[in-house]
């Protein structure tokens, strides 16, 4: 996988979110989800935003998705830095779970608020870094 940035900071180790950022090297996405009511919570928490109980457990979820919303930064902020979308990915399981990341694979300009997306991961500072394609529109 082309990590699309050439600098990326690497995650400070946190115990309620490494499990996020080593998840993916089996391929599976996984967010916090509640023991007692099921509402997935990212970024994680300690208790369920929701019903506030406590037991979170890292659970695995599709990895598929919507462009809930995007940008493409063409500031070269670092020298040789190519355009590449920032973008707000909604997932399948649960309405207002939501994570930002990049979508790769596809011209920055063909890339639209509603196209169906897929989790690829960059494997990168010991840590996978969930990455987004765009799926076909076909599939839409």
């Not at 990326?8 to 115990?15: E, L």
Request: neutral net charge.
């Amino acid at each position: 996988m082309h990590d699309p940035l050439i600098r990326r900071t690497r995650p400070a180790d946190d115990p309620l979110s490494d499990f996020f950022w080593t998840s993916g090297a089996d391929g599976r996405l996984r967010f916090l989800r509640c023991d007692k009511c099921g509402y997935f919570s990212h970024p994680p928490t300690a208790r369920c935003p929701r019903c506030l109980a406590e037991g979170m457990t890292p659970t695995p979820v599709a990895g598929t998705g919507t462009i809930y919303t995007f940008t493409v930064n063409y500031q070269p902020w670092v020298a040789s830095q190519q355009p590449y979308v920032i973008a707000v990915i909604e997932f399948d399981e649960q309405p207002d779970l939501r994570i930002t990341s990049n979508v790769v694979g596809c011209d920055v300009d063909d890339v639209a608020i509603g196209d169906r997306v897929t989790v690829t991961f960059l494997h990168r500072h010991e840590r996978w870094y969930p990455l987004f394609e765009r799926l076909p529109r076909s599939s839409r």
